[in-house]
């Protein structure tokens, strides 16, 4: 299930620190009362009820000073992209001020939904915005009813399907799970537990084989649904499945569940119009071990090489790192981003469309290379 990211923002000493580890009741913060504590964003995954699966950003203060200070500030603002859900801290000693107003200007611009709170409501201010909730860090007065206030902003928020609108119940849905180097070991990565999950929830029936056991499964389960495969497999399992089923990639199903589908689909076909020499970013949403046969540094670049019969120039960034400026590069190719919340996603290939850049993502790129886009993209 994508996790909602929640940040808090605010200026230093507003209480953002203390708010947050009541909002989560851990100590998932550092609390002090010196101006500056939280120096970078602060990350916590978890379950927190009556919210779901969260990640929880605590965010350095955005009236920051000095050479280092403006690195915390662009740190914080920084976060923007990849937060769903804002919680705005005013201090409720000091009230709102330009810095607060700024903030609120740039979640409007980025379509941000927030929650606006006066903290050291045990101070009792006096100067509450319009719309604001006042609560104590202190405490604890007021979290609750932050937390189910943040709940019902959840709630709204659009629920895309994954794979559940394309099965009925009972349905046969085949998995291909390639088990080789790559492979994370004792576990399925991600999007495999997502569609998984997704599946058993609508009543479908998923089965999971490797590679070399497909031709095997497919004899023996029927009738088969739909076949959804790592892409690194498409070649090999695009001449197993018969024309007749319907064949598609995990990395296709996130870029369909991220929105941003039809946007890769035209940045795969970029490949065809690609001069020697161009500079492609290939770019991964988590950071992981580099093997010798690593997709993205290795595989996919030998694939493009083979498929288009030119030599290219290529950049490689991972994690949290994405070039603002992206006017140097020709094509960006984009893993499925399974660890990226959608807010982050969109803000990527937003970015790229703003800037006339073309971007596709893994599974569409190697559908593309490998002859069988147009199969496994025509029935989502």
């Keep these: 299930m994508e996790r909602t990211h929640i940040a808090f923002f605010g200026r230093r000493n507003a209480g953002k620190s203390s708010l947050v580890n009541r909002f989560t009741s851990q100590e998932l913060s550092i609390v002090s009362d010196v101006a500056g504590t939280t120096t970078d964003p602060v990350r916590k995954t978890m379950e927190l009820l009556p919210l779901g699966p969260v990640v929880i950003i605590d965010t350095p203060g955005i009236d920051d000073e000095g050479a280092l200070g403006n690195q915390r500030i662009e740190r914080s603002l920084r976060v923007l992209d990849e937060t769903d859900i804002a919680i705005l801290v005013i201090d409720g000693e000091q009230g709102l001020g330009s810095d607060e107003k700024q903030l609120i200007e740039a979640f409007g611009k980025k379509k941000i939904p927030y929650l606006t709170v006066v903290n050291k409501g045990d101070l009792e201010p006096s100067d509450v915005p319009e719309g604001a909730m006042v609560v104590s860090a202190l405490k604890g007065d007021g979290i609750e009813e932050l937390k189910e206030r943040t709940a019902v902003i959840i709630r709204e928020r659009k629920d895309r399907p994954l794979v559940s609108d394309l099965v009925s119940e009972g349905d046969i849905v085949v998995l291909v799970v390639p088990i080789d180097k790559s492979a994370p070991k004792d576990r399925l990565i991600l999007p495999q537990q997502m569609v998984i999950r997704d599946l058993l929830g609508a009543g479908a029936i998923p089965v999971a084989v490797k590679d070399t056991e497909l031709e095997l499964a497919l004899g023996k389960v029927s009738p088969v649904r739909m076949v959804i495969t790592d892409s690194q497999a498409f070649a090999k399992v695009s001449k197993i499945v018969p024309p007749d089923i319907p064949l598609t990639s995990f990395s296709i199903i996130m870029a369909r569940f991220k929105g941003i589908l039809d946007q890769s689909v035209d940045g795969a076909n970029k490949l065809d119009d690609l001069e020697p020499g161009s500079r492609i970013l290939i770019s991964e949403g988590c950071t992981h071990h580099r093997q010798c046969e690593d997709i993205g540094t290795v595989k996919l670049p030998g694939w493009i090489r083979e498929y288009t019969g030119k030599d290219f120039e290529f950049s490689f960034t991972s994690g949290l790192e994405f070039p603002k400026d992206l006017s140097g590069f020709d094509l960006i190719i984009h893993c499925g981003a399974c660890m990226l919340?959608?807010?982050?996603?969109?803000?990527?290939?937003?970015?790229?469309?703003?800037?006339?850049?073309?971007?596709?993502?893994?599974?569409?790129?190697?559908?593309?290379?490998?002859?069988i886009l147009d199969r496994v993209i025509s029935f989502i």
């Design 341 to 371: 919340g959608g807010t982050e996603v969109a803000s990527r290939y937003q970015k790229a469309k703003d800037q006339g850049i073309p971007m596709t993502n893994y599974g569409i790129a190697i559908g593309k290379m490998k002859g």
